[in-house]
């Protein structure tokens, strides 16, 4: 299991790249994971360090083909399958998977490739990236894509079969994340159990709208006295979230967490909150739909999620009665925040939730259904 990802960095990555490696062990296989950061210790994985980080990028990208090729080597006689977390850079260690005889299956949750997607890209790494995708595909005898969108660019663009690809959306622990007393996740959270919450958690990356769920806030402090929005993470525009908390003036009713690296801390955030929230920037993510790893904890947390519309987002929400997509706008952002502050009306769209992560994002369910992809 090759994925270029820093295990030490606590977002949607790790958690994707963890569980994946959990439930295949839980499956039963012998799972040999190959990645960066430190070892994650988990039963029946054994942990192959590559070297590099996101900054070095010719040597991350060289040590982490190079442990591949040595680890795929090495199992040869015993291992049969080799799963891979999409890169480009990763098509040297596909490579040789098939070449020594492994079943490859490939997980895409992006296609940042082509002038579409990247307008400032070079031509010549636009072509390096958009050949080693299709190459991606052909090596490949199973693709999960995370959402229809990414596989119909898959398809269309990257003339990768159709029959190859299933869409998995991400998961959740579902015995991780449940739902919890509220007044009890507050408490423990350190929380006045005199205000109601409004939570979102996540990285703070350019593709999240921040300037809609703040603004949008800000109407709802305005309304609602009691409520309080907690932002459960950091990142590259977490200075730039700081600039619209103040130019609002609801520093008073904002709490930014920074980074949480506990994720029974997130676990009580999401149970002390009456609503969460989900936000992503169309010109973003538009074209390739969102399976965000928050949204499938949100509802095995039994919480209702106030979205924007965004394919992928609209149909796991709206259509499962987990919640409401509203559009990018800071006042129907706040009007579905308002209205689900009544814990009562919440509440039970979160239990609608909570049935859906049972039936569609738990990651042990999420494993089998990529076992298939593998073939024979």
């Known amino acids: 299991m ?104 490939t997980q895409v949750d992006d296609v940042q490739y082509g002038r579409s997607y990247e307008p400032d890209i070079g031509f010549l790494s636009d072509h390096v990236k958009r050949l080693a995708a299709r190459l991606m595909g052909r090596l490949a005898h199973g693709v999960v894509a995370v959402t229809p969108q990414i596989k119909g660019l898959l398809v269309d663009q990257f003339k990768v079969p159709a029959e190859r690809v299933a869409v998995l959306p991400n998961g959740v622990d579902i015995g991780f994340f449940h739902p919890l007393s509220r007044a009890e996740a507050i408490a423990r959270a350190g929380l006045d159990p005199s205000y109601r919450y409004v939570v979102f958690t996540g990285r703070f990356q350019p593709w999240v709208d921040f300037d809609t769920l703040l603004e949008a806030f800000a109407i709802v402090a305005c309304e609602q006295a009691d409520a309080r929005l907690i932002l459960v993470g950091d990142g590259p525009e977490r200075e730039q979230v700081e600039q619209i908390v103040r130019r609002l003036g609801i520093g008073d009713s904002v709490v930014i967490t920074g980074l949480v690296r506990d994720r029974a801390v997130v676990r009580d955030f999401l149970g002390a909150a009456t609503v969460t929230l989900s936000a992503n920037r169309s010109e973003y993510r538009a074209s390739i739909g969102v399976s965000p790893v928050k949204l499938a904890e949100y509802l095995a947390s039994g919480r209702a999620v106030v979205a924007t519309d965004l394919p992928g987002l609209r149909e796991a929400i709206e259509e499962t009665g987990a919640g409401v997509v509203v559009s990018a706008n800071p006042r129907a952002v706040a009007e579905a925040i308002i209205d689900l502050l009544d814990p009562a009306r919440a509440d039970e769209l979160g239990t609608s939730g909570r049935r859906v992560a049972e039936e569609h994002y738990a990651w042990c369910s999420i494993v089998r259904r990529t076992l298939p992809l593998f073939g024979a």
């Open 2 to 105: 090759l994925c270029d990802v820093d295990l030490d960095t606590p977002d949607a990555t790790r958690t994707h790249t963890v569980e994946v490696a959990r439930n295949f062990a839980l499956e039963s296989f012998l799972v040999d994971l190959i990645a960066r950061g430190l070892d994650p210790v988990i039963a029946g994985v054994r942990y192959h360090q590559a070297g590099g980080s996101e900054a070095q990028r010719l040597r991350r990208i060289a040590g982490i083909n190079l442990r591949s090729l040595l680890v795929l080597w090495r199992c040869r006689q015993s291992a049969s399958r080799f799963y891979v977390r999409h890169h480009w850079s990763n098509v040297p260690a596909m490579l040789a998977g098939r070449l020594l005889g492994y079943r490859v299956v």
